[in-house]
């Protein structure tokens, strides 16, 4: 958990630690920054070569089917 932002299990957050199929380079960074831009993504960390992605927000502000959508947008398929 940060300290700094309060990001991980405290204030309601959540973490979504899951592994999803299809990132390159390109579409990861993009993924990464889109998600980043919706509101109450605190924190975002993908990994290309083996798929292991972590995000934290704050589900009152962007529910998980808008995390969702970014994903099927640049058809990586994420597996919750």
Do not use: W
């Not at 992605?53 to 919750?80: C, M, Q, R």
Request: with cysteine.
């Amino acid at each position: 958990m940060c300290k700094d932002c309060g990001c991980g299990e405290t204030n309601g957050n959540t973490r979504l630690q899951f592994s999803a199929v299809g990132y390159t380079e390109d579409n990861a960074k993009k993924i990464e920054e889109t998600l980043l831009g919706l509101p109450g993504v605190l924190y975002v960390h993908i990994h290309t070569h083996d798929g292991e992605t972590t995000i934290d927000y704050d589900p009152k502000k962007t529910k998980l089917s808008g995390i969702l959508k970014v994903f099927e947008d640049n058809d990586v398929a994420a597996s919750l």
